[in-house]
T-cell receptor, first 112, second 111 residues
Framework: ETGVTQSPTHLIKTRGQQVTLRCSSQSGHNTVSWYQQALGQGPQFIFQYYREEENGRGNFPPRFSGLQFPNYSSELNVNALELDDSALYLC???????????FGPGTRLTVL | GQNIDQPTEMTATEGAIVQINCTYQTSGFNGLFWYQQHAGEAPTFLSYNVLDGLEEKGRFSSFLSRSKGYSYLLLKELQMKDSASYLCAVRDGNQGGKLIFGQGTELSVKP
């Protein structure tokens, strides 16, 4: 059974650019949640997708957007990057919206 | 508001027992999770409590008291590899599966 995978592992962008991060959920999981984790902090909830629909959103501006595909993989898009967007972005999948979430290895984004 | 508190750092000795506390104030409580996170890696699921009481899983146990908004993670027979950050997270029942995390407790296990 394949776990949650994310790509790329690391990414360096400059202010104002746009970025797309990708996540493949664990087999049999139809829900994907995205989190932002700054250094030394706990993960902060960005949003969750359940069967291709957004199912809850945290306190992030609209320039953070997402998508879930029919195979339940997901993308996180961030427009107009700011320096404070530098963080580890974690994707987690679960069997259903309220079940235990299993995390992928994350994408380390650095904004210069 | 929603708030989760846990100590920032703890130190313990190899072979000993350590208890990491977590207090929370959230709306729509629907379960509490503990995750382990080694530096630069993803959080790994350790335990889940939704009812009051103790859940035991090998060297790890987790306790929940919903009336007190309190949980703890107990690690027995500490090993060097247990050095990691331990994250307490509450599931918000009002927003699907949203997890609200504490800042994490950095545990250092010394020989």
């Amino acid at each position: 059974e394949t776990g949650v995978t994310q790509s790329p592992t690391h990414l360096i962008k400059t202010r104002g650019q746009q970025v797309t991060l990708r996540c493949s959920s664990q087999s049999g999981h139809n829900t994907v949640s995205w989190y932002q984790q700054a250094l030394g902090q706990g993960p902060q909830f960005i949003f969750q997708y359940y069967r291709e629909e957004e199912n809850g959103r945290g306190n992030f501006p609209p320039r953070f957007s997402g998508l879930q595909f029919p195979n339940y993989s997901s993308e996180l898009n961030v427009n107009a990057l700011e320096l404070d967007d530098s963080a580890l972005y974690l994707c987690a999948s679960s069997v259903a919206a309220g079940d235990t979430q299993y995390f992928g290895p994350g994408t380390r984004l650095t904004v210069l | 508001g929603q708030n989760i508190d846990q100590p920032t750092e703890m130190t313990a000795t190899e072979g000993a027992i350590v208890q990491i506390n977590c207090t929370y104030q959230t709306s729509g409580f629907n379960g509490l999770f503990w995750y382990q996170q080694h530096a630069g890696e993803a959080p790994t699921f350790l335990s889940y409590n939704v009812l009051d009481g103790l859940e035991e899983k090998g060297r790890f146990s987790s306790f929940l008291s919903r009336s007190k908004g309190y949980s703890y993670l107990l690690l027995k027979e500490l090993q060097m590899k247990d050095s990691a950050s331990y994250l307490c997270a509450v599931r918000d029942g009002n927003q699907g599966g949203k997890l609200i995390f504490g800042q994490g407790t950095e545990l250092s296990v010394k020989p």
